[in-house]
Structures are given as C-alpha cells and as structure tokens.
C-alpha cells in the first residue's frame, strides 16, 4: 500500500530526529555548543604565542571545577574572609572551600618562601606587591585580562595586572581628612591639600602618620618633587607624629587633635559610624590619593586551577566586593561597580598607584621619610 504524502514527510522527519540525537549521544553536547567566535579564537592565538593560558568558554572551567571540587585559598582577605567563603560555597555547592588570611609583608615573605621551596600546597595566592616579581615564576600563566576583557570571565579589566595579566588587585584604600568639628570649624575644614600649610594648622593642631604610604600616593598625580617639596613643609607644621590609624583617629575623636591628615577611608567611616554625637566629619580633597591592594593569583602547581578561576572572578562580583565593603570595611575595589570608593571617587580626580607604580611606592616612602627628617620608618600591614 503506498504511503501518502504526509506520511512520507513523518516519517522523513522521524528519521532526521533519529540521526540528530545519535550524533548527540556519539560527540556529546559539546559538539553542539556555540563555536568561539573570529575574534576570541584570535585572542586565544594571540594569549597561546606569547605563553599564555587562553579559555574560550567559562562552562569548559565550569565543567573541570565540578571534576577538581576543592578549593584553598590563601588570601589577603581579613575580617571578611569567613564571609566571603560561605558566600562563595553557597554559590557554587560542589566545591569544597578552605580559606586563610595572610596578612602583612613579613607573613607574605614566608608564604613565598614556602612556595619556592615546593612546600605550599595552595590554589590562590595573596601575592604581596612588596616582592611581586619574585612571585611570577611561580605563578600560573593564564590570561586573565584577556579572558576577561572577552568575557570569558566576569572581571573588571582594570582589577588587573596590565604588564604581566595573570594577577588581579581585591581591594583599594584612598586617603581622606579627619577631623572634629567642635575644633575645626565650617570655614577651616580644607578644600584642598595646600589648605593644611595654613597658618592656623601650625604647631601640633593635626596629627599624621610617620610612615606616608598616602602622602606618597600623591606622585602619580603631583609628581615625586611636588610631593617631596609638600611633605617638607607639612613637616614644618610641626604636626602630632603618630602611628596607626584607629590610635590616631581616637584622638581626634576624642578631641585630642583637632585633625588627622591622611586618614584611611575605611577607618575614617568606621570612626564616624560609632560616632554618636556627630562630631566626627570627612573631607575628601583632589587629588585623591588611591592605592590598589591584595592582589591574587593562581600558582602554577595548584591542583585546583579552574576552581581558582571561579574564585578569582566572584570575588570581584558584586556580591563579593559588598561583603568586602561591609566587613574589611569600605576596602573594595575602586573598579568595582558600586564599591564604597567607585561611589565616593566617581567623577572626581584621582592620584592612583596602580599596577605600574606599585613597586615604587617604599622607595617612595622612604623619600618622604626623610623629607619629614627622620631616618627610616618601618613597613606595616
């Protein structure tokens, strides 16, 4: 009996369904996915010459996170370091998460000795920029910046190492003034930084720190002379010398000093949310000197590598950098959309020491140092 033609079409399009999920089930569904395009496939070429690492699909990292399923995390994160390790369980439940906190230079120099020495066992580094360089041989060369600008990761470009591509900064601090205003009144507090060579800010009427690293963060902008010639005759305002910013900030709070001249952000605000007579008050002159911080990467042993992407790419999320902003405090990245600081900086002129200048930034110090007239100052957290 023969076939009408409406059967002969049924039965044509059965037979293409057939053929279709053999080949599924033959190649896999990734046979099927959508093909990188031109220009990420010449990016990956581009990235592969030069030694580098190159993905060009985020759920090829997914898919060898899920095989890896443990994650150890050496951070420079502090206070908001439990926080942000549940967070990121919670995300991604088929990881098994560890978390430390490294903090400091001298913490950091034995971490990298153990590095070096093949006894670390870790899947994300905090790589202090204080010996960065002695840390890139011992890092995993994937392009970050890269795989980020092609959206291959979700991480702002500019979290990133720009030279090397393989590390990327989690945090920023920028400098403020602190001060009281039942000492200083409406009319005093300074607009700008050469407001503070006043007359009325000679002998001991601020305190600031005699280690700079904010002060420093002005040569970007201002110049290293410019700033050399400021930090002279800062010091010849005879200013309150201190150390440490919560110990400062408590004497202007508690009316000990009328100000205190490059305070941290972040600690500048926690002052004043405990504030509850509402004495305390912020300035923010420009430039704003801003210094990028914590900065992570991936070892070139981790057993964990594609996990340590998904890390490094959700902690610059915003959901990572708001629980970085409520518990460092106010410490995110400048580059984080919707940080504290891209909040409070936006629109306005900035003196940043970034990825280039970072190594500069002691011997900077050092200079300020001794334009101040001491001899040496030691290095902090």
Request: net charge positive.
């Amino acid at each position: 009996m023969a076939m009408s033609i409406k059967q002969m079409r049924i039965r044509t399009i059965l037979a293409y369904m057939l053929f279709l999920f053999t080949c599924f089930w033959l190649v896999g569904p990734s046979a099927f996915a959508a093909s990188p395009s031109a220009t990420l496939l010449k990016a990956k070429q581009e990235a592969e010459s030069k030694g580098y690492t190159f993905i060009t699909n985020r759920d090829e990292i997914v898919s060898k996170a899920k095989k890896e399923g443990k994650l150890r995390i050496m951070s420079g994160l502090d206070r908001s370091g439990r926080a942000t390790t549940e967070a990121f369980g919670k995300r991604y439940p088929f990881i098994d998460v560890y978390q430390e906190s490294v903090r400091g230079p001298d913490l950091g120099q034995r971490f990298l000795t153990e590095v070096q020495a093949g006894r670390a066992n870790w899947d994300i580094a905090r790589t202090h920029m204080d010996f960065y360089s002695e840390w890139l041989p011992h890092l995993w060369k994937v392009d970050l910046l890269g795989m980020s600008e092609h959206g291959v990761l979700a991480i702002p470009p500019k979290m990133i190492d720009p030279k090397n591509r393989i590390a990327m900064a989690v945090l920023s601090q920028f400098a403020v003034v602190f001060y009281n205003k039942n000492l200083v009144s409406p009319s005093q507090v300074p607009k700008n930084w050469e407001d503070m060579l006043k007359p009325e800010f000679k002998g001991r009427k601020f305190i600031t720190d005699i280690r700079p690293q904010n002060l420093a963060s002005l040569v970007p902008a201002w110049g290293l002379e410019k700033t050399l010639d400021y930090a002279r005759k800062i010091a010849a305002q005879e200013p309150v010398w201190g150390r440490g910013p919560s110990r400062m900030a408590a004497t202007v709070a508690t009316g000990e000093v009328p100000l205190y001249l490059f305070n941290n952000f972040g600690n500048a605000k926690s002052h004043q949310f405990r504030d509850p007579t509402g004495t305390i008050g912020i300035a923010i002159l420009e430039p704003v000197p801003v210094r990028v911080s914590s900065e992570h990467a991936i070892p070139a042993k981790s057993r964990n590598s594609h996990t340590a992407l998904l890390w490094l790419e959700w902690i610059a999320s915003p959901e990572a950098q708001k629980l970085i902003d409520e518990h460092e405090p106010l410490a995110a990245s400048l580059y984080a959309r919707g940080s504290a600081a891209e909040q409070e900086l936006r629109g306005k002129k900035l003196s940043v020491v970034g990825w280039e200048d970072n190594a500069k930034l002691e011997p900077w110090i050092a200079k300020m140092v001794e334009a101040f007239g001491f001899p040496t100052a030691g290095k902090t957290k």
